[in-house]
């Protein structure tokens, strides 16, 4: 794994460097990491059903996938989406042969333009709707419940605001300290928040569950949390059409 080293673009964007490091920074800055990467595999391998596709919004480097992968082998075909250049060339490399199978694709797909043609049990969309305008989340979650099979399941994982200020600064606050215990440093953090800024754009908790809630799901509930970090599962009903 290559270690980041405070690396921020002027303005963020998954490039190659971020690329490179992306693994590092991820197991840096998301408190629990492991934790939250557990529970998400462990949901999916429950939900999947054989004959249906598994699909990652926002791959990047395919780490969601390379999990499921690893424990329930070629059960479902696995559908990678990402617009990053550099995270497509690292997800394709590293699915070669499950690619040239066809049992893994990865999609150079936009979700603001349309959503791709699946037939999926699980979607996890891993961090990735806080990077997306707020004007296209409704569309896009709508486009993942009509593509989820009945009984399906979207994993939903996000940085989120607090429902106050001051809860909001409280764990912001928390999330900042978690960061330095981890080896970044004040200016570390700071580049990397002026880099997002503008560009990872998180909302509260509720907001997400009314979200999926009014995308069609019937059982939506938070599966893990640490301060402005949360996870959902969202099912869709076994007798929706």
Same mark, same amino acid.
């Given at each position: 794994?290559?270690?980041?080293t405070?690396y921020?673009p002027?303005r ?5 460097? /971020?690329t490179?490091v !992306?693994?590092d920074m ?8 492991e /934790?939250?990467?557990?529970v998400v @595999?462990?949901?999916?391998l ?26 329930r082998?070629s059960?479902c ?7 990053s250049?550099p995270?497509?060339?690292a997800?394709r ?5 499950g ?5 893994v ?6 979700l ?13 969309a891993?961090l990735?709707?806080q ?7 409704h569309?896009?979650v ?10 399906g399941?979207?994993i ?12 909001d ?14 080896g ?7 580049r ?12 509260? $908790?509720?907001?997400?569950?009314? @979200?999926?809630? $009014?995308?069609?799901f019937?059982?939506?509930?938070? /599966?893990?949390r640490?301060?402005? !970090?949360? $996870?959902?599962?969202? @099912?869709r ?5």
């Open positions: 794994m290559t270690r980041d405070g921020a002027d963020w964007e998954f490039d190659g460097e /971020v490179r !992306f693994d991820l197991a840096r800055s998301i408190p629990q990491y /934790v939250m990467r557990s @595999l462990g949901l999916a429950r939900y999947a059903s054989g004959g249906t596709d598994v699909v990652d919004l926002g791959c990047a480097r395919g780490e969601a996938l390379a999990r499921f992968e690893a424990v082998g059960t075909r696995l559908v990678g989406v990402e617009v250049a995270m497509l060339a997800a490399e590293r699915f070669a042969e690619i040239e199978s066809g049992r694709v990865v999609l150079d797909h936009d603001r333009r349309g959503y791709p043609d699946v037939s999926a049990s699980v979607t996890m891993v990735v709707l990077f997306t305008p707020i004007e296209y989340r569309q896009i709508r486009s993942i419940y009509r593509s989820t099979v009945p009984g399941a979207a939903v994982v996000e940085k989120v605001l607090g429902d106050t200020a001051e809860l600064a409280a764990m912001v606050d928390a999330y900042l300290e978690s960061k330095e215990r981890r970044y440093s004040r200016d570390d953090v700071e990397k928040r002026l880099a997002l800024e503008g560009v990872l754009v998180p909302v509260t $908790a509720r907001w997400n569950v009314e @979200l999926l809630r $009014a995308a069609g019937s059982d939506v509930d938070c /599966v893990w640490w301060h402005n !970090f949360a $996870a959902w599962l969202a @099912l009903d076994p007798d929706s059409r």
